[in-house]
């Protein structure tokens, strides 16, 4: 009886023992929640102004500088490269144009927004995880490059002018069930203006990674028209 009284007495007290310990992890959690959110507040007050530790861009740690700074860091690495030329040929004429003309380089205003606002989106959670991400094991930001081609076709337009060429079409003219005048078709040609766009984007690491300014030797590439009759 004694036994039984007792397992009795112990089986009631395992709900207690449930109910207590649901409870403790309750508080324990939001004790835990509470903490990390008034850490990150503070972290956050901390790095108001600067960019999150941890933070690269191009293998370039800026942790703890400002979007100003950023922007001004590859202000002067493009300061560095507005002498180089590029040269471009072609069939008609060639041209030579100034990185400074188009303002080739880097995207400093890009670059110096995306690595300020890591860590800034409407989303918390995403933030607490690519803060944490960055101060355990960094982030790198891939470099970002720009230029005008707005003022490269602009400076490019004499020469597009002589590369264009229209198709002609063929010519047949009939009299009396015989050819009398008979003209054949010729294809045309004009300047590839996308494809001369994907080659200025393929020269960006080279004229970065230079050291000194660099003289870049481009071709036009041109496209041939082919006439509606033929």
């Known amino acids: 009886m004694k036994i039984l009284s007792f397992k009795f007495r112990f089986l009631k007290k395992i709900p207690k023992v449930g109910k207590v310990l649901f409870w403790f992890l309750v508080g324990a959690f939001l004790g835990l929640f509470l903490f990390i959110s008034f850490a990150f507040i503070i972290f956050q007050s901390l790095h108001r102004n600067v960019i999150y530790p941890g933070v690269s861009v191009n293998g370039i740690d800026f942790g703890g500088k400002t979007e100003k700074q950023v922007k001004e860091f590859f202000a ?24 400074k003309e188009i303002n080739f380089g880097y995207d400093e205003d890009l670059l110096s927004k995306q690595a300020f606002s890591l860590g800034r989106s409407n989303d918390v959670v995403t933030n607490i995880s690519l803060i944490f991400q960055a101060y355990i094991n960094g982030l790198n930001l891939p470099p970002a490059y720009h230029y005008s081609d707005t003022k490269l076709i602009a400076i490019l337009s004499p020469i597009i002018e002589k590369l264009q060429i229209d198709p002609i079409d063929s010519l047949f003219t009939f009299r009396s069930g015989r050819v009398t005048v008979f003209k054949p078709s010729k294809d045309g040609r004009t300047a590839d203006i996308e494809g001369l766009k994907s080659l200025m984007s393929t ?28």
């Open 76 to 99: 002067k690495k493009n300061e560095k490269i507005q002498d180089t030329r590029f040269v471009f040929t072609s069939e008609a004429e060639i041209a030579t144009v100034s990185a």
């Open 203 to 230: 020269k960006f690491l080279a004229v970065i990674s230079s050291s000194k300014p660099e003289t870049i030797v481009i071709e036009i590439p041109v496209k041939v028209l082919k006439p509606k009759i033929t």
